[in-house]
């Protein structure tokens, strides 16, 4: 147990349509990212945001957003989906800016683009 | 070539084998993750390093900061080890700040 949820744990949308996933982490985790994880790959970084600004992305288009609010939760949105962005989505957090704090997971969105 | 790049991708062992999956990379890094993943997609994190080696029961990881090279050890394996262990790497600075590199996984099957 991490004490990250994600939600929800399983999605299905059709391609074009926009899309929210939630991530609760811990009290005092002031730093969270967002990882897609295709089938059969590792993950890949979208984006990290610190004391609820973006201060990192990957290499994801603009259509991925994410927002991070002060009660340790943070969203993913993904707007004009395409049938790529099938994936487990996953969301990580940590205490705050050093490199060396653990990283903590939770247990993903499996969203699935028809 | 990837930045971040493991071995074997496939390692099946009988259970009490001593286990070692390695994992090499190309960037400079500020610290290096072993992580678990269990089928349906949680992740948990075994170990994170910046040097030296770490110890937490049957596991061991280590790193050479120099050789750009780390390894993971299981000994005395067991079927409930069974899992993907992938290897990922924070960035030194850069654009991507906090930016974790992964590996593409190790699939381990240990048989009773």
């Known amino acids: 147990e991490t004490g990250v949820t994600q939600s929800p744990t399983h999605l299905i949308k059709t391609r074009g349509q926009q899309v929210t996933l939630r991530c609760s982490s811990q009290?005092?985790?002031?730093?969270v990212s967002w990882y897609q994880q295709a089938l059969g790959q590792g993950p890949q970084f979208i984006f990290q945001y610190y004391r609820e600004e973006e201060n990192g992305r990957g290499n994801f288009p603009p259509r991925f957003s994410g927002l991070q609010f002060p009660n340790y939760s943070s969203e993913l949105n993904v707007n004009a989906l395409e049938l790529d962005d099938s994936a487990l989505y996953l969301c990580?957090?940590?205490?705050?800016?050093?490199?060396?704090?653990?990283?903590?997971f939770g247990p993903g969105t499996r969203l699935t683009v028809l | 070539k990837n930045e971040v790049e493991q071995s074997p991708q496939n390692l099946t062992a009988q259970e009490g084998e001593f286990i070692t999956i390695n994992c090499s990379y190309s960037?400079?890094?500020?610290?290096l993750h072993w992580l678990q993943q269990h089928p349906g997609g949680g992740i948990v994190s075994l170990f994170m390093?910046?040097?030296g080696k770490k110890k937490h029961g049957r596991l061991i990881a280590t790193i050479n900061i120099q050789e750009k090279h780390s390894s993971l050890h299981i000994t005395a394996s067991h079927p409930r080890d069974s899992a993907v262990y992938i290897c990922a790497v924070r960035s030194a600075g850069g654009t991507s700040y906090g930016k974790l590199t992964f590996g593409q996984g190790t699939i381990l099957t240990v048989h009773p």
């Open positions: 390093l910046s040097s």
């Open positions: 009290s005092g985790h002031n730093t």
């Open positions: 960037v400079g890094i500020s610290a």
């Open positions: 990580a957090s940590r205490t705050g800016g050093k490199d060396t704090d653990t990283q903590y």
